[in-house]
């Protein structure tokens, strides 16, 4: 049976949609073990597309980290209102808007509200995909010009513009397509082949804009690796600079460039972030969990934590285990 999977990044549990195709829900971000990119469970080499719904006010501080991946992002706003974070900015979607996320961009995305709901439908793909033969014609003339362009980031869509209009109306319309059907696959492609076409046309302006690649989104992308991989332990400037080859004033710069924040500001969000995890699917004391995410003694652990979730850690796993954030 063909794998054609909706989840949300909230409950870990699978559902059906109105047609009863399965549809699979996703607890918290997964990462690909070496490179850190975020892991899509279902993707396939043979067909590499997944579409998911995420139900941000059920995700664990109702945000998803920093993170990239190849695969494309083509997203539509159900309800509530969403914040997504680049190196390039902010931008803010409210429900009936979209966008598409492109290729190995850098970014993280927010609930505005702490109480409505909040909800969006993704198509997640690789390029290649569209791009067929690699080397090929369409992938030289349609997909890399777009897909490898560091100055798009983000393609945003809004329905007062009547183009952008059009396409929110095919992403929406290309989840109606069911994997029981005959001549699903090329169906599907053949309408994210029509999306492609629009959002090209739609980033003309971006992509004839004079720019020059810079060289931090790979620099801040060794770095987050470097975090991930030894957050528990102690993480100096010139450890962490060193794995991006760096200087330590080129560190701060890159961090200041592309998350808008310090070295020291996101090592400790991340470890709040492994802690918020640790407490929510655990029962491990709040004295081990504060020394396993590298945040050191329970009492400053806390203090940062109260600070962070509004909440004490043994409120913070009460609430959460309870399902009550």
Not at 100 to 114: C, E, P, Q, W
Not at 141 to 158: C, G, N, R, W
């Amino acid at each position: 049976m063909l794998k054609f999977l909706y989840f949300s990044v909230a409950t870990g549990q699978y559902y059906k949609n109105a047609r009863g195709i399965d549809m699979k829900n996703v607890q918290r971000i997964e990462f690909h073990a070496g490179s850190k990119e975020e892991l899509f469970s279902g993707f396939s080499g043979d067909f590499p597309y997944i579409a998911s719904r995420a139900e941000l006010d059920k995700y664990i501080g109702r945000f998803v980290p920093w993170h990239w991946h190849k695969a494309v992002e083509l997203f539509y706003m159900e309800s509530g209102s969403l914040e997504y974070y680049t190196p390039g900015g902010k931008i803010l979607f409210p429900a009936g808007s979209g966008g598409m996320v492109n290729s190995n961009v850098l970014h993280m995305t927010k609930a505005i509200s702490r109480t409505e709901k909040n909800s969006q439908i993704l198509h997640i793909f690789d390029p290649s995909l569209l791009a067929g033969e690699q080397g090929g014609r369409i992938e030289k003339k349609y997909i890399t010009p777009v897909a490898a362009d560091p100055q798009i980031e983000i393609i945003p869509l809004f329905p007062d513009n009547a183009a952008q209009k059009k396409v929110l109306e095919l992403i929406l319309d290309a989840f109606h397509f069911s994997g029981s059907e005959f001549g699903y696959e090329m169906k599907l492609r053949e309408a994210l082949s029509e999306i492609w076409l629009m959002l090209f046309e739609l980033s003309r302006p971006m992509r004839e804009k004079n720019g020059e690649h810079s060289r931090s989104n790979d620099k801040i992308k060794l770095m987050m690796i470097y975090i991930h991989e030894h957050y528990p332990e102690k993480i100096s400037v010139p450890e962490l600079a060193a794995a991006a080859y760096l200087s330590e004033r080129e560190c701060f710069r890159v961090f200041r460039d592309c998350l808008h924040m310090t070295p020291a500001e996101y090592i400790k969000g991340y470890r709040l972030q492994m802690a918020c995890q640790m407490l929510a699917g655990g029962q491990e004391p709040v004295t081990v969990i504060s020394h396993a995410c590298g945040l050191g003694s329970s009492s400053y652990f806390g203090k940062v934590f109260r600070e962070y979730a509004r909440c004490t850690p043994s409120e913070y796993r009460r609430k959460w285990q309870n399902c009550d954030i």
